[in-house]
């Protein structure tokens, strides 16, 4: 069998990283900013995405609200996974399409002062950017994170953090990486270690 394409997979991986370093820095820079503003203001994090982003979502939400490392209690951070409640994602899908699917649940869970975060590789989710669209009118603050192109979120949004890469497989390892770094920026901030 041949390493080659396992050595290669893995140092694009690494090279995509790299390339997300330098290029976002400042944006998760400020998306960190605006959710420690969010959260000490009683606002909430929202989170949506789709296949392998909605998997990130739920993730990302599990790590605010439980912890990060168990060596470090602290109290739990106000994040909801918009992807995970199946009655209603479906209720939705029917009654309103599935485009609708996380709108409808940033009317009626998102309030002026949170932050939804939506993840799209592509940048051009329907579903997400609808989200984007009922966020900005209830005032909510919009963070994105994208692949290469941004697509329409990325215009959409108020922080885009916007992955160097066009392969959707390194851009949702970025993502993954990038809200890790985020969700510990925050707990940095809200529960600095002695």
């Known amino acids: 069998m041949n390493l080659?394409?396992?050595?290669?997979?893995?140092l694009e991986t690494s090279r995509t990283a790299a390339r997300t370093a330098e290029a976002c820095a400042?944006?998760?820079?400020?998306?960190?900013?605006?959710?420690?503003?969010?959260?000490?203001g009683g606002g909430k994090i929202l989170l949506c995405g789709n296949g392998g982003s909605a998997g990130?979502?739920?993730?990302?939400?599990?790590?605010?609200?439980?912890?990060?490392?168990?060596?470090r209690r602290r109290d739990a951070i106000p994040a909801i996974a918009l992807t995970t409640d199946s009655s209603l994602i479906t209720a939705v899908a029917n009654d309103f399409g599935f485009d609708g699917v996380f709108a409808r649940q940033v009317e009626a869970l998102g309030r002026e002062g949170?932050?939804?975060v939506g993840i799209s590789t592509s940048g051009n989710s329907e579903n997400v950017v609808q989200a984007f669209e009922r966020?900005?009118?209830?005032?909510?603050?919009?963070?994105?994170?994208?692949?290469?192109?941004?697509?329409?979120?990325?215009?959409?949004?108020?922080?885009?953090?916007?992955?160097?890469?066009?392969?959707?497989?390194?851009v949702q390892e970025a993502h993954i990486a990038v809200g890790q770094l985020i969700a510990f920026l925050v707990e940095d901030e809200l529960y600095p270690r002695p």
Do not use: C, M, W
């Open 135 to 170: 966020a900005r009118a209830a005032g909510i603050r919009t963070i994105a994170l994208t692949g290469e192109s941004g697509g329409k979120l990325g215009a959409l949004a108020d922080i885009e953090i916007n992955v160097p890469s066009s392969e959707t497989s390194h």
């Open 26 to 40: 400042e944006e998760i820079l400020g998306a960190t900013a605006a959710i420690v503003e969010a959260l000490r």
């Open 4 to 10: 080659d394409p396992i050595r290669e997979y893995l």
């Open 114 to 116: 949170d932050v939804l």
């Open 56 to 71: 990130d979502a739920q993730h990302l939400a599990t790590e605010f609200v439980s912890t990060l490392t168990v060596d």
